[in-house]
T-cell receptor, first 111, second 115 residues
């Protein structure tokens, strides 16, 4: 099983600013996934981060708003740019081997 | 369109009674099937999966799930519920073909086990 360290665990940010979330995996993985989850609700996939290529974004998410880096096979970052209160959510990174493993999440509040 | 349905937003059971959390899917081929649990203010945890073989799979914390190909269902079950099982449960599927590791998620079912 993969162990994923995600940080920060939570943050309160001013609107208009940006926050970068980091995700470190204890093994090399090809794909990393970034999700958004409103408390008590299901997961919405933001993008798939592949090492050595551009991230693949899901409908409704764009690179300018959620730029992703994937510099190597164990690390990825997601930036939430020009934040508004609507971006308040829990952000999760994940890797999938036989099954998916998740970081503990970043609880973001935009004020 | 590919989808996963969890028809019940909430399930309430008494402690000691059996529980079932339902999941049906509409995905081409024979997908991999998963259940995950999310306890309050905690991350998602893997419970169990169906890959192949016996239709009844056993997982963590005494949970099991039954795969039914004809009904395209993968219901989660436990013979005797505990109050500590109260959590949010997600069913997810993944296509078997190719290298696509993207999961399709149900909307989740909130399980409340009453003492």
């Amino acid at each position: 099983s993969a162990v994923i360290s995600q940080k920060p665990s939570r943050d309160i940010c001013q609107r208009g600013t940006s926050l970068t979330i980091q995700c470190q995996v204890d093994s090399q993985v090809t794909m990393m996934f970034w999700y958004r989850q409103q408390p008590g609700q299901s997961l919405t996939l933001i993008a798939t981060a592949n090492q050595g290529s551009e991230a693949t974004y899901e409908s409704g998410f764009v690179i300018d708003k959620f730029p992703i880096s994937r510099p190597n096979l164990t690390f990825s970052t997601l930036t939430v740019s020009n934040m508004s209160p609507e971006d308040s959510s829990i952000y999760l990174c994940s890797v999938t081997e036989a099954e998916a493993f998740f970081g503990q999440g970043t609880r973001l509040t935009v004020v | 369109a590919q989808s996963v349905a969890q028809p019940e937003d909430q399930v309430n059971v008494a402690e000691g009674n059996p529980l079932t959390v339902k999941c049906t899917y509409s995905v081409s081929g024979n997908p991999y099937l998963f259940w995950y649990v999310q306890y309050p203010n905690r991350g998602l945890q893997f419970l169990l999966k169906y890959i192949t073989g016996d239709n009844l799979v056993k997982g963590s914390y005494g949970f099991e799930a039954e795969f039914n190909k004809s009904q395209t269902s993968f219901h989660l079950k436990k013979p005797s519920a505990l109050v500590s099982d109260s959590a949010l449960y997600f069913c997810a599927v993944r296509e078997r073909a190719g290298n696509n590791r993207k999961l399709i998620w149900g909307l989740g079912t909130s399980l409340a086990v009453n003492p």
